[in-house]
């Protein structure tokens, strides 16, 4: 019975605020939009139409917000304006009460409040639509964040997502713009992204692994997990004191350096994207506090790890490739990564893609690079890609979304900020490790020890191939023939390219002494 009030509340609450609007320019069934404005007389439909999904999300609660903040992620599937809108969503979420989150912690650890943390702070310090933060002191001294799950969050989150699957459905089958849209693909999207955050194990892994991957980095801090007292409900972190970054005059009266705290957000960003393929991908102000300690003083703190995205080195190519050809003005090139990348069907007319390529990127060129967003180009690719019916990678999504997140923040903090000029070396350097010799020397040393055990074996299969041509082992000769030939290719690029760089040298030597007389 609840789950039919709670489909009824929603049904009226999406003809209220006027979403079916959204879609009924194309329904096929003319009597259901007539049924609809009936059912709805009187309601006001003044406002924008992404004004009015973001009310009804707001109305409909914190796992409607959660869905909404997903979906303005998804710039490749959704209109501008109402993309911007969903963006401006917060988890505006009153906090439970302390006793209930004492007792989740209590039950976690089988043991009372007093003997886990000396001190804890019953007013919560944060709350948000899956979890709120308490801070605490353990036993041994150390400050630390209390990270607990909202209660009966998976049972509220599996009849919300039942009835967005069951209006997905009628969604599809109703409306040509809401199969283009996908909402069967989408709400699965949500569910697997809300399951994932409902796991505080699996954000306490990404914050470790975060760590791990910029601790050689001075520009950033992440806190310290504490894994004795982290669990799939409760998480505990080394507690990090800073100030937004959003509150610029207190950061300016400090003396932080805004142009510097750009720059170094870029490097940040730009290092987790190219370097490690491992990047946090909700990177929003409300994420990101500015150190302030003497001894760590304007270093970024990133928190909430619930959102990561990772790259694979195809991937990695493919953006470091597409942004060089684009700032070259090499159309051809960029759709041709396209095409090579599998995304755009093999049979794509390189002319054409490359034609409408060059008309969402030319304009770009009559501004200054300080100007340039490389997010919105990465999302004008994405939305050019979409009429030749690529499929854009999730990875990709969650890399643009963060993208636009990251220079929307530095701009804010120094409006002359150039993008293109941080990221540029990240692009050349990366390019120049994939086709340099220590790239090379890394993949013989990275394969040697499979080689060791395969080459051995090579003449007793080869002889058993000689004495037995009937097949038997044909297989695992082939793939070990296969492996000696890979072997003999890059043992000779290492010794063309070390000839080759001996020879430059001595060529440079040579030209430097006839210089000297």
């Not at 490739?321 to 755009?344: C, M, P, T």
């Amino acid at each position: 019975m609840m789950r039919v009030f709670r489909g009824v509340s929603i049904v009226w609450t999406v003809l209220r605020f006027g979403l079916d609007e959204l879609v009924l320019s194309s329904f096929e069934r003319p009597w259901i939009r007539l049924l609809t404005r009936m059912v709805s007389i009187g309601r006001n439909l003044k406002a924008p139409r992404g004004e009015r999904l973001r009310q009804a999300l707001e109305k409909l609660g914190p796992i409607f917000v959660k869905f909404g903040q997903v979906m303005s992620t998804r710039r490749d599937l959704l209109p501008p304006d109402i993309a911007d809108e969903l963006a401006r969503l917060q988890d505006r979420v009153p906090p439970f009460e302390s006793a209930v989150a004492v007792a989740i912690i209590e039950k976690a650890y089988g043991r009372p409040l007093e003997q886990i943390f000396s001190t804890f702070e019953q007013t919560p310090v944060a709350s948000a639509s899956i979890a709120q933060v308490h801070f605490a002191v353990l036993h041994d001294g150390r400050e630390v964040a209390v990270k607990v799950l909202r209660p009966n969050m998976l049972p509220a989150i599996e009849k919300d997502l039942a009835l967005m699957r069951m209006m997905a459905g009628w969604v599809e089958s109703a409306s040509a713009d809401g199969k283009r849209l996908k909402p069967r693909e989408v709400v699965a999207e949500f569910d697997k992204y809300l399951h994932d955050e409902l796991d505080l194990l699996r954000e306490a892994a990404n914050a470790a692994q975060l760590r791990r991957n910029m601790q050689d980095l001075q520009l950033v801090m992440i806190p310290e997990m504490f894994w004795d007292y982290c669990m799939p409900d409760v998480m505990v972190m080394e507690r990090m004191k800073g100030v937004p970054i959003s509150q610029t005059q207190r950061l300016r009266d400090a003396g932080a350096d805004m142009k510097t705290l750009a720059r170094d957000g870029v490097t940040i960003f730009f290092t987790q994207v190219f370097r490690d393929g491992f990047f946090h991908a909700d990177m929003h102000p409300g994420n990101i506090q500015v150190s302030l300690a003497p001894e760590t003083f304007g270093r970024h703190i990133l928190l909430d790890f619930g959102i990561v995205g990772t790259l694979t080195e195809v991937d990695k190519e493919y953006l470091a490739q597409n942004f060089s050809a684009f700032f070259q003005r090499d159309y051809k090139r960029v759709a041709e990564l396209h095409i090579e990348s599998g995304w755009v069907p093999a049979h794509t007319r390189v002319d054409e893609l490359e034609a409408a390529i060059r008309a969402c990127c030319e304009p770009y060129f009559d501004r200054p690079l300080k100007e340039i967003s490389l997010g919105m180009v990465l999302m004008r690719l994405f939305q050019t890609s979409r009429r030749f019916q690529v499929e854009i990678q999730p990875q990709l999504v969650l890399l643009q979304k963060t993208l636009l997140n990251i220079e929307g923040l530095g701009r804010e903090l120094d409006p002359e900020l150039d993008l293109w000029s941080t990221a540029k070396p990240f692009l050349e350097k990366w390019m120049l490790e994939q086709v340099g010799p220590e790239k090379l020397l890394a993949q013989l040393k990275a394969e040697a020890p499979a080689y060791a055990k395969l080459l051995p074996a090579l003449p007793r299969l080869l002889h058993q191939y000689l004495k037995a041509p009937s097949g038997i082992n044909r297989r695992e000769l082939d793939v070990l023939l296969a492996e000696q030939k890979r072997t003999n290719k890059l043992l000779q690029s290492l010794i063309y390219g070390g000839l080759g760089f001996v020879l430059g040298l001595i060529a440079m030597q040579f030209v430097l002494r006839v210089r000297v007389f």
